[in-house]
Nanobody, 127 residues
Framework: QVHLAESGGGSVQAGGSLRLSCAAS????????MGWFRQAPGKEREFVAS????????YYADFVKGRFTMSRDNAKNTIYLQMNSLKPEDTAVYYC????????????????????WGQGTQVTVSS
């Protein structure tokens, strides 16, 4: 059983930055892709970004390309999402997930595919 814990959310003004973290624990083997989804009030959970185990391959939703950057520190079993140039429409609860069944996170973006989720962290961007 994998445990995922997000942190780093908060409230910022448009144009500001935040850095989200997600620490994974509970398994001895963490060599899996991990990623971020978000869910705004009244909307479906949507894919934001993912990174493979080596950190070489990343995927981003079109609406965050050029603004958000994913990275990971495998020694800490932690992934990061650096969010710059934030917009009010980025307001949502951000969740991390791990692709421990090798569904191809990044190319596969349906949140129903993934079983392990953190509790989420709120990001609020004001105009």
């Amino acid at each position: 059983q994998v445990h995922l814990a997000e942190s780093g959310g908060g409230s910022v003004q448009a144009g500001g930055s935040l850095r989200l973290s997600c620490a994974a624990s509970g398994r001895t083997d963490m060599k899996y892709a991990m990623g971020w989804f978000r869910q705004a009030p009244g909307k479906e959970r949507e894919f934001v970004a993912s990174i493979n185990w080596s950190g070489i391959t990343t995927y981003y939703a079109d609406f965050v390309k050029g603004r958000f950057t994913m990275s990971r520190d495998n020694a800490k079993n932690t992934i990061y999402l650096q969010m710059n140039s934030l917009k009010p429409e980025d307001t949502a609860v951000y969740y991390c997930t791990i692709d421990d069944d090798d569904h191809g996170l990044g190319l596969t973006r349906d949140p129903k595919t993934f079983a392990s989720w953190g509790q989420g962290t709120q990001v609020t961007v004001s105009s």
